[in-house]
């Protein structure tokens, strides 16, 4: 039974990797892309936590195809905005953020399906919707290109020192 689940898992993965291939890629990074990008965080986030309600009436957490290849949608325009944010000289933080939610969403993503217990599952799931309401309110700075004010100056881009919480504050 693992067995044909770990197959499944393996061809779902080279069927995204396909698809990717052939798709186009996403449009160019902007203001409006961080905007759309906000909204569809928001709708993960719901799709999510209906998700983890599900493991907790004791059902299984099962992602349909269109949910997974959201997902990977999601942390494939978060690489793209991160790229945005560096060559235009934008908030090193917003960066740095970006680039760890399109991390986070591939790895949480590949754990979930990999999860091998509700409990396991449940984690992974309110990992993704942590991050898609934090994706919510980076939308917004994206937008305004702001900085968050309380992180040190990072020595290289390829480090992120980030505070999530910083950039909250820097919203309100």
Same mark, same amino acid.
């Given at each position: 039974?693992a067995e044909?689940?770990?197959t499944?898992i393996?061809?779902?993965?080279?069927f995204l990797?396909?698809l990717?291939?052939?798709l186009?890629?996403s449009?160019?990074?902007s203001t409006?892309?961080?905007?759309?990008w906000g909204?569809?965080a928001?709708?993960l986030?719901a799709?999510t936590v209906?998700l983890?309600l599900?493991v907790d009436?004791?059902?299984p957490?099962?992602?349909s195809?269109t949910?997974?290849?959201?997902i990977?949608?999601?942390?494939?325009?978060?690489?793209?905005?991160a790229?945005?944010?560096d060559s235009?000289n934008?908030?090193?933080?917003?960066?740095c953020?970006f680039?760890?939610m399109?991390s986070?969403?591939?790895d949480q993503l590949?754990?979930l399906?990999?999860?091998d217990? *509700?409990l396991s599952?449940?984690?992974?799931l $309110?990992?993704l919707?942590k991050?898609?309401?934090? %994706?919510e309110?980076? /939308? =917004?700075?994206?937008?305004?290109?702001?900085?968050? *004010?309380s992180?040190l100056?990072?020595?290289? $881009?390829?480090?992120?020192?980030?505070d999530?919480? %910083?950039t909250?504050r /820097? =919203?309100?």
């Open positions: 039974m044909i689940h770990r499944r393996a061809m779902k993965r080279a990797c396909l990717f291939s052939v186009p890629m449009a160019q990074a409006e892309l961080a905007r759309q909204i569809e928001s709708r986030s799709e209906d983890m599900a009436l004791g059902q957490a099962t992602l195809d949910l997974t290849l959201d990977y949608r999601f942390g494939r325009t978060s690489a793209d905005l790229r945005w944010i235009s934008g908030p090193h933080d917003l960066g953020i680039r760890g399109a986070e969403s591939e590949i754990a399906e990999q999860a217990s *509700p599952q449940r984690d992974h $309110r990992r919707a991050m898609f309401a934090d %994706a309110m980076i /939308a =917004l700075a994206a937008q305004r290109r702001t900085a968050t *004010p992180l100056p990072a020595t290289s $881009r390829a480090s992120c020192e980030a999530l919480e %910083a909250h /820097a =919203l309100r």
